[in-house]
């Protein structure tokens, strides 16, 4: 049997092979612990410079006034509290932006590369005081260095780059809490807009993702979920980018399903809300009383056109399908298609109350128009040609069907060539409408030939039991 002897070590030798193993297992322990768990970093002492860089970036002061901590891990995270961003010169004392609380959880790899990839992005306690004057000048454009006389940087060059840097953003999650958003018009009417809850999804490689819940002017709330594709491929326009939205917003509804692009816009939509004059108050717009309506159809948008096929509308009690377009090509935006309308009350586009009766007369009817609302300086904005086929006609004396209008509106003035069934009886004639005069003007006529007049004749005069036959009937109005 052979004995093997190996050469002893020296005792200090020894020890100090054990201590730098242990001192080794101390590190990687200690790598390992900063990289799952996380070291916290007083980051204090980087105040100013980094208010001092902020503020150069932004054009305005900056200040970073409660605790600035950073979390060292393989994801980093930046959390600042009581950011304050000043209003620009001559917009007040008051701050343009105050921030509660903004936490940013960063990819360390990604970071190292100089690429922005964020897990968490979270802030709440937001409240953003937007304002815009009657020059147009507004206190959310920034002027920044790279705006300043002999900077090399293109300002061109700067917004071509911009779609290809937000594109490249990746943040897996989004958390906005308590954001208030203050607007100011011109009347310095401030109009309120509150976001309670706001996640989204912004991965690069994948859709977005939003939701979002608040109110505006505390008194109309609103939910919104949108569903989209890939961020990088909206930015591009290369693509059509999918999009699925729902908006609940003051108890209206309104759905789109399909795909935007800057070239070609295709979506499928649907609008409704159970009390149209209501809706209209909510949001301080002057609509309809009208009850209920809602409109659906399908939405193609190219450069400088709009249109609508498969359109199927309510208003009230009246109902219509058919097609439209619009041309904003010309100087003044150009309305066409057909439109075909089962039912069409007028009463609630004139102000009068769809719960009464319609007229049974012409005198009915002269003192239910006596109580009509109707601003035709609109007419001047405008251009159409529209074709309408009415098969009852509500808010008018008699029993109106199979009525067909061809609407032609050319710089504020409107001709409407019109053929109808009245009280059985077929009338035509055309209504003109001047809108283009400094006082507009308006005018009706109707004709009628060799035709039974018991039905009109009770409508004309409101006496029943006249009978006969007309040779030729007449009938103008004008409002000179």
Known sequence: ?????????????????????????????????????????????????????LSEQLGRPVHLDGALELQLSLKPSLRVRDVRIAQPDNFGSSDFVRIGELQVRLELWPLVHRQFKADTLFASGVRIHL???????????????????????????????????????????????????????????????????????LPEDGPVQATAEGSVDNSMPYAIKIDGGRLSDLLSGKTAWPLALRLDFAGGLMTANGS???????????????????????????????????????LHVTPGQIQIRQLSAALGKSAMTGELSVDTREDRPRLSGALTLPVLDLRPFLGQDTEEEPPTDFRALYLSLA??????????????????????????????????????????????????????????????????????????????????????????????????????????????
């Open 371 to 480: 109580k009509a609302r109707l601003d035709l300086q609109p007419l001047n904005q405008y251009d159409a040609d529209l074709i309408l086929t009415v098969d009852k006609w509500l808010s008018l004396p008699g029993d109106i069907r199979n009525a067909s209008l061809k609407l032609k509106l050319d710089s504020g003035r409107l001709s409407m060539p019109v053929k109808a069934v009245i009280a059985s009886m077929p009338l035509k004639g055309e209504i003109k409408v001047d809108a283009a005069r400094a006082l507009p003007a308006f005018s009706m006529s109707l004709d009628a030939e060799n035709a039974a007049v018991g039905s009109l004749a009770q409508l004309l005069t409101g006496l029943p039991g006249i009978e006969g036959r007309l040779g030729r009937l007449k009938i103008s109005l004008s409002s000179e």
């Open 131 to 201: 304002k815009q004057r009657a020059d147009g000048s507004n206190n959310w454009t920034f002027t920044s260095l790279s705006d300043a006389p002999g900077n090399s940087l293109s300002k061109d060059s700067d917004q071509h780059d911009l779609p290809q840097q937000i594109a490249g953003i990746d943040i897996q999650r989004i958390e906005l809490r308590d954001v208030d958003i203050e607007f100011r018009g011109v009347n310095d009417k401030p109009i309120v807009f509150a976001l309670d809850k706001f996640d989204a999804r």
């Open 1 to 53: 049997m052979i004995k093997l002897r190996f050469p002893s070590v020296p005792r200090p030798l020894g020890i100090l092979v054990l201590a730098s193993l242990a001192l080794l297992v101390l590190l990687i322990s200690f790598v390992i612990y900063v990289a799952l768990v996380g070291i916290a970093v007083d980051s204090s002492l980087y105040r100013k410079p980094l208010q001092t860089m």
């Open 260 to 298: 935007l692009s800057s070239a070609d816009t295709q979506l499928r939509f649907g609008l409704g809300t159970p009390d149209l004059g209501k809706f209209g108050r909510i949001i301080g717009v002057d609509l309809p009383d009208a009850g209920n309506a809602g409109i659906a159809g399908a």
